[in-house]
Structures are given as C-alpha cells and as structure tokens.
C-alpha cells in the first residue's frame, strides 16, 4: 500500500502510468532494481507531483522510511519548485518521478 | 472530395441512427471500407453483426456475400461450383456469378471454424484478392472482406488468418437497464431496413479510398509527425506489427472522413485525437481492449485525461473517508468538465467519453 490518500493504487489507470514509467526508465538505459523499488512507490513518485499529494497520517511500518522521505521531499524548495510546473503535466511528472525513483535506488537504505 | 465526405458521412449518421450504441462498428468498418481493409467484428451472436453489413451493402449500394463458415462447408459454397455443362465437355470452368469473386462485400460468419481447404482459398483473397483456381489465377472483386466470430482463435495455424483482419471490433450485449432503449432502436431498424436507400455509391468509394491514399502520400511528413508519438507510447502496451504500422496513417484520415471531416480541417489536434480513437481497433484482444482503455485516459487531449485522473483521486478519496478534500476535486472536476464540453474538437472526437465521465461524476456526488 502507497502512502497517498488521494491515489488507488488498483486503479487501472495507475497502473498503466507505472508501467508508463518503467519503460520509461528501460527506454532511458536506467537500471530499475524492481525488486527494492515497489510499485506503490512509483505510483507515489508520479503522484505527488501530478496531483496535489495528500499523505497517510500514519503509515504501516513497513512503508515509514518511504513516509519519511516523501514528507521531507514535500517540504523542500526543490519540490515547491517542480510541483509549479509538473501539476497535472504529464511528460513533466513522468520526468520527475523518474529522478525521485532514482534517489531512492541509490540511498543506501 | 467534399461531396463525398458528407455522403459517408451520412452514411455513418444513418448507420448510427438504426444501430443502439454500435458507433465504434460503424466507425471501424466504414473506415475499413474507405481503406479497402479486412475487418474483422469479434463478440457472441445476435449482436447486429450481419445485419450491420446487410445495411452497410443497402446503403453503398453493393452486393454482398454472406456465408456462415463450418467444417462440413465446402469450398464450392464460397468460390462457385464447378461448371458441369463444360465439365461434360471436358473444360475444368467454375461458376463464379453470386460467389464471393463477385461481390462488393462478403461477411464471412464464423471464419475460424473454416476447414484447412477453405481457410486457404481465405488467405489468398484476403491478401491478394485472388483465388488460384487450379491453373488460373481469378482476380476476386470483393472491395472490403467483413469476418464475424465468436472466438478469438489460439490455434497457431488460424494466427496467419487473423493477422489479416488487422482492423478488429469486439461487440457485446446491451446492459440490462439498456434493454428498453434497445428494443427501440432494434424494432426501429426492423421496420426501416427494406426502406433504407443508397446514399453513396461503390464508384464513389473507390473515388474516395483514392483520395485518401493520395491525400496520405502528399501529406506523408505531416500525418507521420502526428500520428507516430501516440503511436510509440501505445507499443508500449500492446504489439502492432510493421504492416499495421505503416497503414494507421491511412486508417487515421479514413476515419476522420467517416467523421466528416474536411481534407482543409485536418491540422494536428484532429490528427492526433482520430489516431486515438484509431487505436481501439487495433487490440488483439479483450485483454488489450482493457488495456487501451486506461492508454486512452491517460493520453485523451485537452483537459480530458485530467478529468480522467481527477475522478480516479475523487475514488480514491471517497474510499480513503477524506470526504471534504473529494468534494473540492469534485467542483474541479466539474469546472474543468464544463471547460472541455466547451472545446468543439474535444467534444466531436470524445463525445461518448465525456459522457462517461459526466455520469461517473454525477454518481460521485450523490455519494458524497
């Protein structure tokens, strides 16, 4: 389960934009370790910058580091900065949802 | 040129008047027509198939073939009977008059229960529009080749023969609550089908189909521009072969003929909604029709995709118990369903989806 109240993460069309962006990440050359990096997670990297995220007061215990990570990333400047343009923008949030998936396959956590 | 896209395109309207929600039928087959394309409807009997091609005949004003395919048919039945005057004679001849070398149409019902013989006869027509009747070749006449079948064939040897129906249309029954409408629409066309006259002629098709082929070859850079985006992203999700590739383009200005769309009035934004709505007839399956469904949401123009979205985050809201967040999206939702409504190229191209949405709406709130 996602950390996002506003997506249903067995919604059909979430699922497409996941797949949408694992083949991005293919076409891209980037290795994706599908193993560590769940789709929930994507579909949380695409969502909080093409909707308005709303997050799970409390997460399960399993998903609190990601928790974490995304409440943090929600307040930083940088975030501020693309949710300007990556809002209901397609091509923009695919974008930088692949940079999110991406800091998170090399954190060392 | 304008003359003729207003007749098939009153062709469709007539088509759409007598049929209860049969557009995506009558949208697939009069572009297949317009390509001179095999076409192929998949879905169980008694939902208007053949009835669908009778009135597409009466309407162009073409003869057609009609043959319900098993095991036991035999060749004879779908190429003409041997000639047994001129056999007594000594000349091997076939009757070709009323067989399918003949007509302008040939619905062939049941196609993959077909013996090996007759499939084979099939796939020469289909591709070459020929038959290679013991030493002679016999150029078929038949314009446009319809398939209806219940099943959707695994047997590898029947692949070759469905690859070549490269336009596809699942239908299916009406709803339960849309059975009054139905019954309406169903008695309506009983009662006009002997009454239904040529709107369009053969001539004028093939005048047409020219036209088209001739418009996509002047219009090559431009139409591949456009097209071939979409086109990429929806490889992603299902597997269109090269040869299809290559015709969508045709099948794109074809379709927006059918729709009534002016060569002057094509530009990009109607380009690439036709390419969308062109897709849907190129799924293998019910599976990749699923499939295409979400593709179509997530890549609809205008503020369409978003509206597809923001309904999605309103159930996922309403189910998450975040009540008065949903109502805000809900209000958004409908302002920028207002917005879209208001488009002209939008509304043309996804009228049916609007709707769709306009109801998912109305269903959302009267949950919260």
Known sequence: MGSLLNVDYNDELTRLRVHEIVKYFQRLGIPLKLAKIPNDVIADAFYIHYRTPVLREEPQEEEALWHLFLKTYLSTEVYQEVSKISRYNYSVSKSASVKTVESIQQSPL | ?368
């Open chain 2, 1 to 368: 040129v304008d003359e003729l896209i207003s007749k098939v395109s009153q062709v469709r309207k007539t088509l759409d008047s007598h049929f209860f929600k049969f557009s995506d039928e009558v949208m697939a087959s009069l572009t297949a027509v317009l390509v001179r394309e095999n076409f192929i409807l998949i879905g169980p009997p008694g939902t208007a198939k053949t009835m669908l091609v009778a009135s597409i005949s009466k309407l162009l004003k073409a003869r057609w073939f009609y043959r319900l395919l098993t095991k036991f048919t035999e060749v004879e039945e779908v190429i003409g009977p041997i000639d047994v005057v001129e056999l007594l004679k000594g000349n091997v001849k076939r009757i070709y008059t009323n067989s399918i070398v003949e007509a302008d149409f040939a619905l062939l019902d049941e196609i993959f229960n077909a013996s090996s013989a007759i499939l084979n006869t099939m796939l020469t027509i289909l591709n070459e529009r020929v038959i290679y009747d013991g030493g002679q070749i016999i150029p078929v006449k038949t314009w446009t080749v319809f398939g209806a079948t219940n099943r959707i064939p695994d047997e590898e040897e029947l692949q070759a023969l469905y690859d070549r129906f490269p336009l596809r249309v699942f239908t299916k029954y009406a709803q339960p609550d849309e059975t009054e409408q139905l019954i309406k629409a169903g008695l309506r066309l009983r009662r006009d089908f002997d009454k239904l006259t040529p709107i369009m002629t053969m001539d004028e098709v093939k005048k047409l189909h020219e036209y088209i082929q001739s418009y996509t070859y002047e219009n090559m850079d431009t139409v591949a521009k456009h097209i071939s985006p979409i086109l990429a992203s929806y490889l992603d999700h299902v597997v269109i072969s090269n040869r299809t590739r290559v015709k969508v383009p045709l099948y794109v200005v074809a379709y927006l003929m059918v729709l009534g769309i002016k060569p002057r009035d094509i530009d990009a934004a109607t380009l690439r909604a036709a390419t969308l709505k062109v897709l849907k007839y190129l799924v293998r399956d019910r599976e990749d029709l699923a499939e295409y469904e979400s593709f179509l949401a997530a890549h609809m123009p205008g503020g369409l995709s978003v509206l597809y979205d923001m309904v999605s985050e309103i159930k996922a809201l309403i189910s998450n118990n975040a009540l008065s967040i949903a109502k805000e999206k809900l209000k958004e939702a409908y302002e920028l369903l207002d917005k879209s409504l208001a488009d002209p190229v939008t509304y043309r191209f996804f009228q049916v989806e609007m709707e769709e949405i306009k109801s998912t709406l109305e269903m959302l709130k009267s949950q919260l």
